[in-house]
């Protein structure tokens, strides 16, 4: 009895005591570098785990006396787990955990009497799902951990057949039929990781159970839940290709001190081949600014505007000019342009515009004026003749017929306006046509009185 507890101990001694083996430079194997700030793609992120250890009520947390059974046995348990390491220092872990517990001399009930003699609970099986959680895979000092210290944490079921012997030897189980209990529990742990290769590892560990019950022993004594401790020494087995190192034993500060060795051999052949750039760099600059001094010679020559008229001697086809005369492109000065006279068209004047408008007919389907109409644009010709006015004739048609004829026709009406005026003495030049055609009417094209607004010339006065 108190062999196996000095056994169960004696991993945590152990544990505490190797808590900080490291691997020296010269002893590092460079097969397990990853460029930095590489995915997880780089590193073996899966494991799969054995073990096989000691089990007992007996715990750190309680003393035996204050025990259900104050005479815990160690009984053996086994199991294993599947890990995904998420980061370098924390992973989510899987665990199942089969064995047994036993213990003797059960605390007295209230009539002062010890009810049982013993107790016996096979764990058929405890399901958990943790977080680990690593602790010195992250070092500065040294290239990489021999050893690495985790804790664990998570919540799980378990699946047990508690069974109670009483004072007068018969066994029984705790709950009546099958005897099966399922109950929630917590597992709480550490453990050392010893790196036997780079996809094995060495596993010692310690971890306390705490039931969510106080049914475990069988016996409902006190006011706290039942725990067990398992401690246990098993074999982890990285998943995945052998050239990829474990996410969880790489020390990422390794591979950022390889990364700035491996640049320190290279500074040299660099300083050498900056240096050499440099020299030639001088030389093209020295090339540049020969080349500059001949183009700043070129600049002044093209540049130079002795008589400031801003154009360069060089273009400059009328030298001397005066201050402040304005030159064209060649330096020359430029023709003095009398400002436009300003026409003002007054009501009268429309007034004869809109007479002439009003009063003009043409013969059905031709650009013949109608004799009707001679008198309003006599009168037109003689404002257009007096006052030098600028006119636009704009012919429009209906939508009766093409779009070529109509377009056409227009086109001849304004034209025959325009040969009546000038015959009546208004100036060609100043006189502007074009023919639109059946475009823009001014009124719908389904009606006569509509067609009939639609064949129109319109006259603007400019």
Not at 122 to 142: E, I, M
């Amino acid at each position: 009895m108190n062999l196996k507890k000095v056994l169960l101990a004696s991993s945590i001694v152990l544990s505490c005591a190797t808590a900080f083996g490291q691997i020296a430079d010269s002893t590092v194997d460079r097969t397990d570098y990853v460029k930095p700030f590489s995915n997880n793609g780089a590193y073996r992120t899966w494991s799969i785990g054995i073990h096989a250890g000691l089990m007992s009520t007996f715990n750190v947390f309680t003393s035996n006396s204050r025990l259900d059974f104050t005479l815990p046995n160690i009984q053996y348990g086994y199991g294993g787990y599947i890990k995904k390491q998420i980061l370098p220092a924390f992973g989510i872990q899987g665990d199942i955990l089969v064995g047994k517990l036993n213990g003797d001399n059960a605390q007295l009930n209230a009539a002062g009497v010890s009810p049982f003699k013993s107790f016996s609970t096979p764990v058929n099986y405890a399901l958990s799902l943790s977080g680990n959680y690593t602790l010195a895979n992250v070092n500065w000092k040294f290239i990489k951990s021999s050893i690495e210290p985790y804790i664990m944490s998570g919540a799980g079921l378990m699946n047990y057949t508690p069974t109670v012997t009483t004072a007068a030897g018969v066994v029984r189980n705790f709950k009546p039929g099958s005897g099966v209990l399922n109950e929630f529990f917590v597992p709480v742990g550490v453990g050392l990781k010893f790196v036997l290769t780079t996809g094995v590892n060495l596993d010692l560990g310690y971890q306390v159970n705490f039931v969510y019950s106080d049914n475990l022993d069988g016996y409902k004594y006190g006011s706290n839940n039942d725990k067990y401790s398992y401690g246990h020494i098993g074999l982890e087995f990285a998943i995945g290709k052998r050239t990829k190192p474990q996410l969880a034993a790489h020390n990422p500060v390794s591979s950022m001190r390889h990364e700035y060795l491996s640049e320190i051999g290279n500074v040299n052949t660099k300083l050498t081949a900056v240096q050499s750039s440099i020299d030639s760099q001088k030389t093209a600059n020295h090339v540049l600014q020969q080349q500059l001094a001949a183009a700043k010679v070129i600049i002044t020559k093209l540049t130079t505007d002795s008589d400031g008229d801003g154009v360069p001697d060089m273009f400059d086809k009328c030298p001397g000019t005066p201050a402040g005369t304005k030159v064209d492109g060649s330096g020359c000065p430029l023709p003095v342009i009398k400002p436009a006279e300003v026409v003002n068209i007054t009501e009268e004047d429309k007034s004869v515009v809109n007479a002439a408008v009003k009063n003009l007919e043409f013969n059905s389907g031709s650009a013949i004026i109608s004799e009707s109409s001679y008198p309003s644009l006599e009168t037109l010709a003689k404002l257009l003749a007096t006052k030098k006015y600028h006119l636009k004739l704009a012919g429009y048609t209906d939508a009766t017929g093409s779009a070529a004829k109509n377009l056409a026709l227009s086109k001849e009406r304004a034209e025959a306006i325009k040969m009546f005026l000038v015959s009546k003495g208004a100036i060609p030049a100043l006189i502007e046509t074009e023919g639109y055609g059946k475009a823009h009417p001014i009124a719908s094209n389904k009606t006569k009185a509509g067609r009939a607004l639609n064949r129109r010339v319109e006259f603007t006065l400019f």
